[in-house]
């Protein structure tokens, strides 16, 4: 499972005001443009040394894994190097992960347009509802639809089985931002279209599209990250990318050059998409230009197009929620209580609310000096430091891990395999889904406030302390939320980093289904899906809440 | 009420950790690095506890992860007992000089054939290749003869297997021994063509179940534990035994070994004394594992086909190159 | 030779009624404004006439073109009438140049000529055509929404508080500077606003909209001069009500004897005086003696504000003691020029000058 890159919640908007960096922009995004945050208002100030320092550091951890694959391919040497990337199954292994992105994102991008204009802008009935099940789906970890897929048809594999299963695990994260965009949307602009002579359909392709441009862009490049990074999903439906390639590696040879260089391959694939997005997302500016508050929109009669609409929302529904719960409530039945070992599940239970929620916290600390610096005191240091964190963000888990494994197996030896090491990779997994939530808390934290606790006397960290971190708690809170359900469902990276006696959730489902004990396999996976839920809710409500402002 | 959630948050947070935090530090007892069947050294592992009251702590992996794993970590390993399902891993290991020797109590409890000369590991169960076919897709005299006629085009998209699993891996480095490199690297080559990838043999079986596919190479108890349970994914399912001594007849042994660098040597030497003995042979004739047993004297599951019929080629385990066969794998482009 | 022409238009909007029951003709070539306070309805009524939304009830023609009638209505980008919204509704993701031209077709004749051509019209510089909306001043983004409505050929346009966004200062010129464009052009021009000074500046026939429905319609003067009832007369500037017996053309007032704009006779009624008609002059206590037929105040409140100065000032006689007590509790309030103001406790006396209208 992959870090799930860029928390989703970076694809909501933050705040109309200039505070915020806008939700929709994607990592890079956020990194290259060095973020509007409040900037303009605020007096830029100095950063205090030592959150500096704590930001360079957290910045340059997060760098090891690109360095490390860097200097893996050194010490390799050339010769081998090529040797293990010009061959005919890193052909293969490219021709499947570039098919696979190439089909699901536009189908995927397609179908959160259709479903998110739908739900925000027509007279849909129960329109608040299909909203909701639009984003349901994020509370179903991949590998556990496509689990939900292959019981359903057995025979499903390949590319288009790929397509499919992705379409339906991943569109959430364009839905979010495509529907958050589409509520922000200026509904003059397209009344000024109407009187210049476009109909509705052109009015949509040369005035609403457009403009969600920023979101689908942000949305896709999630998209395809997750497409790049994602494990379990493929191996149940026997579909090759590189991610399932290096994993193979991995059980076949650990460490070895051959893994080492599929990762960098890999990554180059990230760059890739990364570059692609800066690229197709241009230098448009989308927000509503002039005064004003946004009239209150008007939703469109569908008349004789609502049976066909709701079927629409009724079939994704099917396929996204229904499919996975009815096998899992199948399998759960099948297994009777025989499948409940509560000693077993307690302990995995235990074990992952454990590491979500230590991840969590050390997560979001370690995102506190640079959501600090970014709102209080942002500069070139900061941008360049920011956009490290959110390029390994966008990194495969299977490669952080692969890179931390070696590292501390050559290096490190006391961390190897040690709690440490795997809260430090869920932390450098999940880093800019905390750094985004807390940077649209501190953003909303006046600096007078601390600037008044120091001038009652308090020394900067009791000011910080009693100001800005207070206030930003329950911002920290949904980040830490958001990184938790990250880690619940992380698989890869746990399975290589764990220390010995760890399992998870997550590993005990993997464990039981590769065995084809489908039926063990379902108590774990209900249990995911329902601590899962509550979060994706808050997932939603966040995403109106920010839309609304 | 935010920070009422706040709050909330954290106070759940200590409160776990308190609880589960010591469950995950593993500091007394064994810790063993399991690419065995996690039920089966689960089985072993309870056993050994009841008995002897040493602690084990099971790290769940494969084969060829652990074994280049504990070459890595080196010295430094965490691990004091090694188990696996192949011999290979076993080999790789004892050449990076890892092992300590196995007591020699243990190894008299092991016939010959089942341990290497060296002393350094001993074999813990056995396992046999088959050919798992679709009984409604294919009759007895439409079986191929041998393991390697499956590289022949008329088997093209009709057999599947399992590359990256270190059981097939270990099927192929017995072919690399008894036949050669020319002579394996042109049967993958063959077979990149003509077969379909699999994750897992028991997923090979289950589509051979469902008919998407002719036939595949397994090993044998994967069909008598489903058997066992409810078939559903083996009724159609029937085993060919190559024999004959030809590659596809290997019997593969599963290994176990006490780490040089274990800080319980003698914990773990007990716990492989244990496993080879009586009480932890006998889990695999009454246990739901259906490996062969390998212990002097024990009897595996009445249900299998005995070793002895088997007609296994002889393959020297100590000489099975698990790094030769990933590489040759590797450039014919199924890994 | 009515152009627009509008009867019985009905909206609701749930349980509200935003229009309820609106009549209006406009002649073609004309400027009308539809003034009245915000939420009164007359936005609804520009986006009906728009065509964004259809009316529930009622019928608007244009041109002899039924565009709707009773529910059934035609589609905005098929009725050829251009609007300018107040934020100016630029496309933030096209150009300046693109946005002029958005309206044309891509490949009509001469589209990049047309759109400099616009440009100039509206005033704006050949160079500002590349950049984005966002880089513009607000003044600009207005320029470019006019260019842009304009590059239709509107048969009809629609300016929605189009002036409300910018500065005072700019916001009378562009007012003045689109008035003489419209002009030109020939454009039939319907403005929006709730800026009733704009309004009365503007247009050559003005609506004043009130719970969804027309109070009055007239010419500024008209409205200005002989509002219907109090609320319009206060809605259109500063307004001095008074109550007073009317016979003869004359009102018999707390003020005095007041010319009035009827020869009505009533024994109760109410008229009202713009405050620009109450001149004020500097005298003395001494010098209201003896002059029983005179009017004089005492300054009570004088609040300097430039070139204006707003005085309040107290009546110290009345000539029609029976409301005496009731106005003489209220100061009356008057702008005078700031250079010569009186300041508190002065005694000045008034003089009314023109007719003050009697309300119906």
Request: charged residues 15%; hydrophobic residues 50%.
């Amino acid at each position: 499972m992959f870090p799930t890159a860029i928390a989703v919640l970076q694809l909501l908007p933050l705040d109309g005001t200039g505070t915020a960096s806008d939700l929709m922009q994607s990592a890079v995004d956020l990194a290259r443009s060095g973020l509007p945050v409040g900037t303009g208002r605020r007096a830029r100030r100095r950063a205090a040394p030592w959150l500096v320092i704590a930001a360079i550091f957290v910045s340059l951890l997060a760098l090891l894994p690109l360095a490390f694959i860097i200097w893996v391919a050194v010490q390799t040497g050339w010769e081998t190097v090529s040797a293990l990337v010009f061959r005919p199954r890193v052909g293969e292994l490219l021709v499947n992960t570039v098919l696979l992105v190439l089909l699901t994102v536009p189908i995927a991008i397609v179908l959160s347009v259709a479903l998110a204009w739908l739900s925000e802008r027509s007279d849909l009935p129960g329109a608040r509802l299909w909203a909701w099940l639009c984003v349901a789906p994020l509370a179903i970890p991949a590998f556990v639809h496509s689990y939900a897929w292959i019981t359903m048809v057995p025979r499903l594999h390949g590319l288009w089985a790929g397509v499919l299963v992705s379409v339906i695990a991943y569109f959430p994260f364009l839905y979010l931002p495509v529907s958050a965009a589409l509520r922000r949307l200026d509904p003059a602009l397209e009344d000024a279209a109407a009187a210049l002579g476009l109909g509705p359909w052109r009015v949509f392709w040369r005035v609403v599209l457009p403009q969600l441009r920023l979101a689908i862009c942000g949305g896709s490049l999630l998209v395809g990250l997750h497409l790049l990074a994602e494990y379990g999903l493929y191996v149940f439906i026997r579909f090759d990318t590189f991610t399932t390639a290096i994993v193979d590696q991995f059980q076949s040879t650990f460490n070895g050059p051959a893994a080492n260089m599929l990762a960098g391959v890999l990554v180059s694939c990230c760059f890739v998409l990364l570059g692609l997005e800066v690229l197709v997302r241009g230098e448009e500016r989308y927000a509503r230009v002039g005064s004003g508050a946004a009239r209150y929109q008007q939703r469109t009669r569908l008349g004789r197009a609502t049976i066909p609409s709701l079927a629409l929302f009724v079939v994704t529904t099917l396929l996204a929620l229904g499919v996975p719960f009815v096998t899992i409530g199948g399998w759960l039945a099948a297994g009777g209580a025989a499948v409940w070992r509560f000693d077993e599940i307690g302990l995995a239970l235990g074990q992952t609310l454990f590491l979500a929620i230590a991840g969590a916290l050390l997560a979001t600390v370690a995102a506190m000096p640079m959501a600090w610096i970014s709102i209080r005191a942002p500069g070139p240091l900061q941008r360049l430091l920011e956009g490290c964190n959110y390029i390994v963000g966008s990194l495969p888990g299977v490669v952080i891990a692969l890179a931390l494994v070696t590292i501390t197996v050559r290096i490190a030896l006391p961390l190897y395999q040690t709690l440490f090491t795997i809260l430090v990779a869920y932390a450098l997994m999940f880093l800019p889904r905390a750094l985004v939530s807390l940077r649209a808390s501190i953003a909303q934290a006046p600096v007078e406030l601390e600037r008044a606790a120091s001038s009652l006397g308090r020394p900067p960290l009791q000011a910080l302390w009693s100001t800005t971190i207070r206030l930003s708690a329950p911002g920290a809170a949904a980040g830490m939320a958001l990184v938790a359900l990250g880690i619940m469902n992380e698989l890869t990276a746990t399975q290589m980093l764990a220390p010995n006696g760890t399992r998870t959730l997550a590993m005990a489902f993997w464990s039981y289904s590769g065995e084809i004990d489908y039926a063990s396999a379902a108590p774990y996976a209900f249990i995911m899906v329902a601590m899962s839920l509550p979060l994706t809710w808050l997932l939603y409500v966040q995403s109106k809440r920010m839309a609304g402002r | 009420m935010k920070y009422a959630l706040s709050t909330l948050v954290g106070a759940t947070a200590l409160a776990i950790s308190l609880i589960a935090g010591p469950a995950m530090a593993a500091d007394d007892g064994i810790i063993v690095y399991n690419a065995q069947h996690e039920n089966l050294t689960k089985a072993w592992a309870e056993g050994f506890t009841k008995e002897t009251g040493i602690k084990v702590t099971v790290r769940n992996g494969g084969d060829s992860d652990f074994s280049n794993q504990i070459v890595a970590e080196g010295a430094a390993s965490p691990a004091d007992v090694f188990l696996t399902e192949n011999s290979p891993a076993m080999v790789l290991v004892e050449s990076a000089g890892l092992f300590a020797p196995v007591d020699a109590d243990t190894l008299a409890q092991v016939p010959n054939d089942y341990q290497p000369a060296s002393g350094k590991w001993v074999g813990v169960a056995a396992r046999s290749t088959v050919f798992a076919y679709n009984k409604t897709k294919l009759t007895a005299d439409q079986l191929p003869k041998s393991m390697l006629d499956l590289a022949d085009p008329s088997w093209k998209g009709r057999w599947a297997a399992s590359p990256s699993g270190a059981d097939f891996q270990a099927i192929v480095s017995a072919l690399l021994q008894l036949r050669g490199e020319a002579a394996t690297a042109d049967w993958l080559k063959a077979m990149k063509t003509n077969f379909t990838a699999y994750k897992g043999n028991s997923t090979v079986m289950k589509a051979v179940n469902a008919g998407e596919i002719e036939g595949g190479v397994i090993y044998h108890y994967y069909y008598f534990g489903d058997q066992a349970k409810t078939g559903e994914n083996s009724k159609n399912v029937d085993l060919y035994y190559f024999k004959n001594q030809d590659p596809g007849a290997f019997v593969s042994i599963s290994g176990g070994g006490v780490l040089a660098s274990s800080k319980h040597p003698k914990e773990a030497q007990a716990f492989l004394k244990w496993v080879t003995g009586k009480g932890g042979q006998e889990i695999l004739k009454t246990g739901d594992s259906f490996e062969y047993a390998v212990g002097k004297g024990a009897q595996s599951n009445p249900k299998l086909v005995p070793l002895a019929d088997l007609q296994a080629p002889k393959v020297d385990a100590t000489t099975l190159n698990s790094k030769k066969v990933t590489d040759l794998m590797t450039a014919a482009g199924l890994l | 030779m009515s152009f627009l022409e509008i009867s019985g238009l009905h909206k609701h909007y749930g349980p509200v009624a935003a229009l309820a029951g609106v009549d209006l003709s406009v002649i073609s070539g004309s400027r009308t404004a539809i003034v009245g306070p915000s939420g009164c309805g007359k936005t609804t009524l520009l986006r009906l006439i728009a065509g964004f939304e259809a009316p529930d009830q009622g019928r608007i023609t244009l041109d002899g073109e039924v565009l709707a009638k009773d529910g059934s209505a035609v589609p905005a980008h098929r009725r050829g009438i251009g609007v300018v919204a107040q934020d100016g509704a630029l496309f933030p993701h096209l150009t300046i140049g693109d946005n002029i031209g958005f309206g044309m077709g891509r490949g009509e004749d001469k589209r990049a000529e047309r759109i400099v051509e616009l440009a100039y019209i509206v005033g704006l510089d050949k160079a500002i055509l590349k950049r984005r909306p966002h880089e513009l001043s607000g003044g600009q983004q207005q320029r470019v929404a006019l260019a842009r409505a304009m590059a239709m050929k509107p048969r009809l346009m629609l300016l929605d508080e189009p002036f409300s966004a910018l500065d005072t200062g700019l916001r009378a010129s562009m007012r003045k500077a689109v008035a003489e464009l419209l002009e030109a052009a020939g454009i039939t021009t319907i403005l929006v606003t709730h800026d009733q000074a704009e309004a009365l500046s503007f247009a050559s026939q003005v609506a004043v909209m009130r719970d969804g429905k027309f109070s009055q319609v007239g010419t500024p003067r008209e409205l200005y001069l002989k509002p219907k009832d109090r609320m319009i007369a206060e809605f259109l500037g500063d307004a001095i009500i008074l109550p007073a017996k009317i016979s003869g053309g004359f009102a018999n007032s707390p003020l005095g004897r007041i010319a009035v704009d009827t020869s009505d006779s009533r024994d109760v009624a109410r008229i009202m005086l713009r405050p620009e008609q109450i001149a004020l002059k500097r005298t003395s206590r001494e010098g209201m003696s003896g002059t029983p037929d005179m009017l004089f105040g005492e300054v009570t409140e004088s609040e300097f504000a430039g070139s204006m100065c707003t005085v309040a000032v107290r009546l110290l006689n009345s000539a029609d003691p029976p409301d005496a007590a009731a106005i003489g509790n209220t100061p009356l309030i008057l702008r005078k020029p700031g250079m010569d103001a009186p300041a508190v406790g002065e005694i000045v006396r008034l003089t009314v000058s023109g007719k003050a209208h009697v309300f119906a």
